[in-house]
């Protein structure tokens, strides 16, 4: 839900005022009848075919209006390992239809080259998780090459610290998982100036500084667990399979969606992945540890109790 709420009210608001083109969701758009005859209507050949419509509705010349005072109403997943499959889709989706409108958002004069670029960025950003991963298998190559005191003594200074912040604005878990401490030192200097302007914002536990820790859990678990999901979609693409469509509650109450062989490897391959970090982690911690290290165990203790999530059916 506070995806979706990011989604709809930040990113589909902003990218509307700002003149560009929108990625509509499917339950919820309105379509001129004659819009959908000028490109001859839906099409199938990609997993997310309420984003292949926006494109080319748009590209075809059409605009496309965000209304922030229109209510739209969505069946959430009923747990979570429904959630990773739509997940999946969200990932496979945007990467099926760049392959598909690239050349279109390229050369379409229509489009400013900056919008051109963000019309690119939407559709590949999943491939910010491949990305992730890149970054988690070359911090564990270099804390067990380098040593360690080389490695913090780089971090602590003070060209570490502005390579932390920035990296903690564009990639922020990222940045936890290959400079833990300083990144976790710049969250709090961050946060005092709003615990400071706003004292009745601040709880012992829970939030600090105005920040609510429970949802920034949930988003880091999402983030963490997509690394892995954009591995099984990378994969379907290349292979050319078809994604899977999430089932509703209603369709799990009739017990119609058999899933137990499908959420076991997905809880196998996030156990398989932690075991993996955790071995890592323990040559390091014996031949060559570093106290920024112990970043690269958030991705495994995440990976865990996303698989407990799935066995659990929670």
Known sequence: ALINDWFAHFLQSSLSKCGMIIGFVGHGGIFRKKALDDIGGWMTDTIAEDLDIAYRIQLKGWDALYLEDAASFEEVPPSYYSAVIRFKRHLKGPIQNLLKYWWSIIKYRSLSPLKKI???????????YPLGLICLALTI??????????????WHSIAGLMS?????????????????????LIILITSAPISILFPKRRKILG???GVDFGVIFGLMLVWYDNMLNCLSSIAEILMGKE?????????LKRNIYVDGGKRR??????????????LFFVN?????????STGILLPAALWLYSAYLIITRK
């Open 243 to 251: 994604g899977e469509w999430i089932p509703t509650e209603r369709i």
């Open 265 to 278: 490897r997905e809880a196998i391959l996030r156990i398989l992945a932690s075991i993996t970090i955790v």
């Open 207 to 209: 939030e600090i500084g």
């Open 284 to 292: 390091i911690l014996l031949t060559n540890f570093s106290l920024n």
């Open 118 to 128: 963000e019309a690119l960025t939407q559709l590949a950003y999943s491939l910010v």
């Open 164 to 184: 932390s912040a920035l990296i903690l604005v564009s990639f922020p878990y990222i940045a936890l998982m290959i400079s833990p401490i300083p990144s976790f």
């Open 141 to 154: 190559f270099t804390y067990t090459v380098v040593p360690g005191i080389i490695i913090d003594g780089f």
